[in-house]
């Protein structure tokens, strides 16, 4: 930090297994991917290249390479693992994450139904060669998944080798843990939490007020997810009180 602040939640430093901030680049150029590199580091643990972007981006190696230069993993999003699973190229997905360099791969089916047994056997297999980020929930707004299955998949796909599921929210943060409105199907989060470690939970977040409630519930070191870049700086003193929706939640009543 740039200077002495009291009262400041202790905030887990990179490398972090928790307080993970995970960033959607839904097609930042090379010179963009390197300034927001520059602004944002120290408060990034993982970029996704958005959906199917990795396939039209320009440039796609060398802006992989401005990542690489700050020790940044990224993956490519779950939607291209579903369009090249549905062709029947699963073994090229791998060979296109290892051409490219990628060593965490997103397992999802938001957009296709795959049954679960072959679900976690794909995880199981990518396990072996790169960290595993598996995918829970639908794309589809009327898909209502309850949640003891949430927490039945949840539990699953961590078995099968995934590091941390992501709770699906889509970039709008309107289906899956929320409802279409966005507001947070609190019902569901809180049950999912009395099963699942919550360090084990990627949040997709893309609204400010869907990271505050997570903040309020879990703490300054809770995962969040599809983060846009612009974001993660507000995010951050979000985290730590240094943000009118945070600012009274980390004071010693006394003192305020």
Known sequence: MNFNLSQIPDRNVKPRNAGITMVMDKGLSVEEARNFMHATHPHVDVVKLGFGTS???PNLKE?????RSFNMPIYLGGTLFEAFLIRNQFDDYINVCKEFGVSYMEVSDGSINIPHAEKCGYIE?????????SEVGSKDATHIIPPYKWIELMRNELE?????VIAEAREAGNVGIYRGTGEVREGLVQEILTQIPEEKIIWEAPQKAQQLYFLQLI????????IAPNEVIPLEAMRIG?????F?????????
Do not use: I, Q
Request: with cysteine; aromatic share 10%.
């Open 55 to 57: 396939f039209v981006t």
């Open 63 to 67: 802006k992989l390479e401005v990542y």
């Open 125 to 133: 297999k990518l396990a072996k060669h790169g960290v595993v980020l």
């Open 160 to 164: 099968a080798g995934s590091t941390y």
């Open 219 to 226: 703490g300054c070191n809770v995962n969040l997810g599809n």
């Open 242 to 246: 240094l943000r009118g929706d945070t």
């Open 248 to 256: 009274h939640l980390y004071l010693n009543k006394e003192t305020v």
